[in-house]
Every structure is written in structure tokens, then in C-alpha cells.
């Protein structure tokens, strides 16, 4: 739903700034049949996927077709979708995705050779499951007619953006005043803060060395590697992590490989072992200990945790909504 709902309602608000209908939208599902988000509220659709075939062509029918992404979409395969988002292309109308959805659209071939983006926690294993997009860590990428946005609130980012492109800056600082937001992020703000709220103003061999790190996360390099060239000694800077950070430049190191194994765990059906090479890690037994010194448990009772507290939720879900007279 955070993904969604901003980029409805930057329409909405677009339609009342404008003080005409200049946008409008249509929800499908692929059957047509009603949606229940992972927090369980149930969205309408108002139409099935078979409603809109054969593909209008540009001018006769949608102008955007996006696919809005969800829980373990990554595990979906709907050769139906993908297929109707093949023909959209071919007629020429633009396809976006939002969070997840851009899974749908590798699998459907639409970001072979595009520059794409996706959620933070999706973006390890979508890297190494589709090789041939471009995936990059900002909030939202456009590349031609291929747009696709990281989810949560960048999708108002992204609706913003093209608002900006259509209609200038005053419409886009009165969508703004009406949903009460005070800046507008660009396609390059980071989606994760590398370091914590108070260090945006940390010396900047800091953040160099930092950014240095999450390059080099699936190729590791000698820490006194990557401190070459920021003009200072390795004492210096390993002060400044202490001081400022708490932590040492090579614990610093470790636990970004670790924390970008367990998105890998978490997220993708990848062998243990090809984890561990993925992530920098000479062996599985070396990165089974090291995950286990860090974290207190193994990376398979962790896969094991978290893909049973998954069916769980995804069970919950699946119910369907109590009435409010059973609370």
C-alpha cells in the first residue's frame, strides 16, 4: 500500500490543482477479483486482465501501465501478464513498475539492457537473477518508455517528477502543499542512509571510504586498499569511524557484506554456498562462522526463521477480512 497509494494520490491532488480531470486510472487485477494488501486492507479492482486485450493502441488507451509489486512477487510467474506487458510495448505505451512489480517486468524480458531500480532489500538478488538490467540504487529510474520506481514513498518521488515535466513547478508545489510534504527527492537520492542521521556532515573521507565499501561488496578489497587516496593516514581515519561511528573500518566492512548475505537468504532461493561467493567469502564454512559470530545464528536456521514467519504472514493474508461485527 506505501508504494500505491502516494502514486494515486499525486494524481488526485495533480486532478485538484489543475482543477480539471487531467488524470485518471483503472486497477487490474488478473482476474478482475478484489486485492488484499499485506496489511490487510482489500482494494477493488475494476476490471480483469482479459478486459484489456487485445492492447489499445497510443491515443485510444492507457498512456502508462504500471505494475505495483508486493510480497514475494519474486516467487510469481504469470506468463498472462507478462505477455499482455510484451504487447503493451510493442504498441508503444509506456510500462512502469513500482517496488516489486520490476520483477515482473525482467521476467516479461520488458529491462534487458534498461536502467532500472528496486527496493533495497530485493536489489541483491534481483542483481544476480537478472543480469542483463542495468539496477541501480536510486528511488526511481526512466529510461525511454521504461520507468521503474524503489516503492514506499519514492513512488511520490517519481509521480512528482513527472508532474514537474508536464506541468511545471507550481503544480508540482501544490500537490505538495496538499499532502504536506516538504521536499522533493530526485531519481539519485540514495534510498538507504549510509550512516546514521547525525553523520551527514562527518569528514568526507568518511563517506568516501563508505561508498568505497558498498561498491566493492560482492569483489571485497583490502581496507587499506580502498583508504588510498583520501588524504589521510589509515590512524586517522580509523579515529574518525571510532569517534563518529563506533566501529572499526574493517567491522564496518564486514557487517555490509553480512547484512547484503542475509537480503540474499532472505529474498532469493540461491545455494548457501554461491551466497557466500556472491558476498566476498572464500568458502560456505567461512561465512557460516561469520555469520554466526555476528548474528548469533546460522544462515540456514535464518533462511528456515524467516521463510516460516513468511508463510505465516502471507497466510494471514490470505484470509479473508473479519467483518466488524466479529471484533
Known sequence: MLAFAPAVEALRMANAALGRAAYSWRILGSEGQAVRASCGVTLHCDAALADERPVPRRGDGPCTVVVCGG?????????????????????????????????????????????????????????????????????????????????????????????????????????????????????????????????????????????????SLSDPVPVDEL?????????????????????????????????????LLVHSSKPIVEIALACGFSSASHFAKAYRDAYGISPQALRKSERQAAAREQDEVSRPARRAGDS
Not at 112 to 127: G, K, L, Y
Not at 235 to 244: A, T
Request: hydrophobic share 40%; charged share 25%; proline share 3%.
Open 227 to 263: 583508504m588510498a587516496g583520501l588524504g589521510l593516514t589509515r590512524r586517522q581515519i580509523e579515529r574518525l569511524f571510532q569517534s563518529k561511528l563506533r566501529i572499526s573500518p574493517a567491522r564496518y566492512y564486514m557487517n555490509l557484506r553480512l547484512d547484503r548475505a542475509r537480503l
Open 71 to 215: 510480497m514475494n512477487v519474486q516467487k510469481y510467474t504469470g506468463s498472462r501478464i507478462e505477455s499482455w506487458l510484451r504487447e503493451c510495448r510493442r504498441e508503444g505505451v509506456t510500462v512502469a513498475s513500482l517496488c516489486t512489480g520490476a520483477y515482473v517486468l525482467a521476467q516479461a524480458g520488458l529491462l534487458n539492457d534498461r536502467r532500472c531500480v528496486i527496493h533495497w532489500e530485493n536489489f541483491p538478488s534481483f542483481a544476480e537473477q537478472f543480469r542483463n538490467a542495468s539496477v541501480r540504487p536510486a528511488l526511481f529510474e526512466i529510461d525511454g518508455d521504461v520507468i521503474t520506481c524503489a516503492g514506499g514513498a519514492a513512488s511520490f518521488d517519481l509521480m512528482l517528477h513527472l508532474l514537474r515535466e508536464r506541468h511545471g513547478d507550481k503544480i508540482v508545489t501544490a500537490v505538495c502543499d496538499r499532502a504536506l510534504v516538504d521536499r522533493v527527492r530526485s531519481a539519485k537520492d540514495p534510498q538507504r542512509l549510509m550512516l546514521t542521521p547525525q553523520a551527514s556532515h562527518y569528514h568526507h573521507a568518511v563517506e568516501t571510504l563508505i561508498e568505497r565499501m558498498h561498491d
